[in-house]
């Protein structure tokens, strides 16, 4: 039996998180679902974004689906992102976010890649500090310890894909201590595990620029965690938009899925929000932390078959419903 934490947020995460939980319940007719609660809605009411009851929830089941949350776009006291919390105190140090062609959407046939994210420490430790009242700092903190433990998952995942190139993407010919210590770090472990012949380097620029020109040409991509955060949003274009784009943030032993997508305040209420980044969110949890690959087939198979029928010129008449209803159909 598996056991799973539903965390739906704020805005549209409160429409599409529930398709994607009857998907793998579909799936997995003995799931155990447990509902807890984060977000600004939340920290509106409660004083936290994030619970200690959601934190315990989290722990006790293992795996979790977060929708979106709302955020300030200015400090507020008290309010500390609810996504950033949990990915911290959960320890989910990596966060991996697929790219690939999908028919009747994609501009370009044959990107099939994945980033890998460093997903707890560099600019995003948030800490900043006014030095002067002129003078904002941020620090970016890179360790040792997180940039292997993030090379030793892709070590795993390039075996699994059968990988032919592991890009590591830094900017060490500006950064030459943190972006240094990060690639160091992470050939270390590549080596170790006999990967040394498929790695390169590419300036984060310069990947970039590449990931416009030639997505095809990469494979599996590691890096720090501001530069997974721009560069998977840059590829999902590839993939059909942000609203085909999943993730997973990865720890030892827990994993929450997390489609890219924010709340999309503008959309929420309309039956109108795109389901499909939060069931292939829910698909890295069968492939990547369960270990179902026939089911994460499955699942990738019916996705296909629907956007294949569907076709770029109806997708955007679809409502919520009608997707999820010849999704499951299709299962």
Same mark, same amino acid.
């Given at each position: 039996?598996?056991?799973?934490?539903?965390?739906?947020?704020?805005?549209?995460?409160? #429409?599409?998180?529930?398709?994607?939980?009857?998907?793998?319940?579909?799936?997995?007719?003995?799931?155990?679902?447990?509902?807890?609660?984060? +977000?600004?809605?939340?920290?509106?009411?409660?004083?936290?974004?994030?619970?200690?009851?959601?934190?315990?929830?989290?722990?006790?089941?293992?795996?979790?689906?977060?929708?979106?949350?709302?955020?300030?776009?200015?400090?507020?006291?008290?309010?500390?992102?609810?996504?950033?919390?949990?990915?911290?105190?959960?320890?989910?140090?990596?966060?991996?976010?697929?790219?690939?062609?999908?028919?009747?959407?994609?501009?370009?046939?044959?990107?099939?890649?994945?980033?890998?994210?460093?997903?707890?420490?560099?600019?995003?430790?948030?800490? #900043?500090?006014?030095?002067?009242?002129?003078?904002?700092?941020? #620090?970016?903190?890179?360790?040792?310890?997180?940039?292997?433990?993030?090379?030793?998952?892709?070590?795993?995942?390039?075996?699994?894909?059968?990988?032919?190139?592991?890009?590591?993407?830094?900017?060490?010919?500006?950064?030459?201590?943190?972006?240094? !210590?990060?690639?160091?770090?992470?050939?270390?472990?590549?080596?170790?595990? +006999?990967?040394?012949?498929?790695?390169?380097?590419?300036?984060?620029?310069?990947?970039?620029?590449?990931?416009?020109?030639?997505?095809?040409?990469?494979?599996?991509?590691?890096?720090?965690?501001?530069?997974?955060?721009?560069?998977?949003?840059?590829?999902?274009?590839?993939?059909?938009?942000?609203?085909?784009?999943?993730? !997973?943030?990865?720890?030892?032993?827990?994993?929450?899925?997390?489609?890219?997508?924010?709340?999309?305040?503008?959309?929420?209420?309309?039956?109108?929000?795109?389901?499909?980044?939060?069931?292939?969110?829910?698909?890295?949890?069968?492939?990547?932390?369960?270990?179902?690959?026939?089911?994460?087939?499955?699942?990738?198979?019916?996705? #296909?078959?629907?956007?294949?029928?569907?076709?770029?010129?109806?997708?955007?008449?679809?409502?919520?419903?009608?997707?999820?209803?010849?999704?499951?159909?299709?299962?």
């Amino acid at each position: 039996m598996r056991r799973l934490c539903v965390i739906p947020g704020d805005g549209i995460g409160q #429409e599409v998180v529930p398709v994607a939980v009857r998907v793998l319940e579909r799936l997995l007719p003995d799931l155990q679902v447990t509902e807890a609660e984060t +977000g600004w809605d939340c920290f509106q009411r409660l004083g936290q974004s994030v619970p200690e009851a959601t934190l315990q929830a989290m722990r006790d089941c293992g795996a979790g689906l977060f929708g979106a949350v709302s955020s300030p776009s200015t400090a507020v006291a008290g309010y500390r992102s609810a996504i950033l919390t949990l990915r911290q105190q959960l320890a989910l140090g990596v966060n991996l976010r697929p790219v690939r062609s999908w028919p009747g959407l994609s501009d370009k046939p044959g990107v099939d890649l994945l980033i890998l994210r460093e997903n707890s420490e560099g600019l995003y430790v948030g800490k #900043e500090h006014m030095a002067t009242a002129d003078l904002a700092i941020a #620090e970016c903190h890179i360790s040792r310890q997180a940039s292997e433990h993030i090379a030793q998952r892709a070590s795993e995942i390039a075996k699994l894909r059968s990988s032919q190139r592991i890009t590591l993407v830094h900017k060490a010919n500006v950064l030459p201590l943190t972006c240094g !210590l990060f690639r160091d770090s992470c050939r270390k472990v590549l080596d170790a595990h +006999g990967l040394s012949a498929l790695v390169d380097e590419r300036l984060v620029d310069v990947a970039a620029l590449q990931l416009v020109e030639t997505p095809e040409e990469f494979d599996l991509i590691v890096t720090t965690n501001l530069f997974g955060d721009v560069l998977s949003d840059l590829a999902s274009h590839w993939g059909g938009g942000l609203g085909l784009a999943p993730s !997973l943030n990865w720890g030892q032993g827990i994993a929450l899925a997390e489609p890219v997508h924010g709340s999309a305040p503008d959309i929420a209420g309309s039956g109108r929000a795109n389901p499909l980044a939060a069931v292939l969110s829910a698909g890295l949890l069968l492939r990547y932390h369960w270990q179902l690959i026939e089911q994460a087939d499955r699942l990738d198979r019916a996705v #296909e078959g629907l956007l294949r029928s569907m076709g770029k010129a109806d997708w955007g008449k679809q409502t919520t419903r009608r997707v999820e209803q010849e999704l499951i159909a299709r299962l």
